[in-house]
């Protein structure tokens, strides 16, 4: 049975940084591409980062780039979110997402505030 599991999220101020993990089961990660998606209320979720089979290659959102770091421990089956420089705007619940299966993790809460 597939599952995504997200941790990591927080409350942090401006300009900080967090990890989350999206930690697989029941399929391999190294086998599909990887999303993270975000949605605010009242927002529309939006893809934010992405990792593909080959070489690992990345894609990021715009509002994003240069911020956030997508990568993935195939040994741990994990995809991990570093972001950087954290900003109001970055807050939504963060969802990871598996191409290949098409499942959708339960989301993790991430808020950005003084």
């Known amino acids: 049975q597939v599952h995504l599991v997200e941790s990591g999220g927080g409350l942090v101020q401006p300009g900080g940084s967090l990890t989350l993990s999206c930690t697989a089961s029941g399929f391999s990660i190294g086998s599909s591409a990887m999303s993270w998606y975000r949605q605010a209320p009242g927002k529309e979720r939006e893809l934010v980062a992405s990792?593909?089979?080959?070489?690992?290659?990345?894609n990021y959102a715009d509002s994003v780039k240069g911020r956030f770091t997508i990568s993935r421990d195939q040994a741990k089956n994990v995809v991990y979110l570093q972001m950087n420089g954290l900003k109001p705007e970055d807050t939504a619940a963060y969802y990871c997402f598996a191409w290949r299966v098409s499942a959708w993790g339960q989301g993790t809460q991430v808020t950005i505030s003084s």
């Open positions: 990792i593909f089979t080959i070489a690992g290659r990345t």
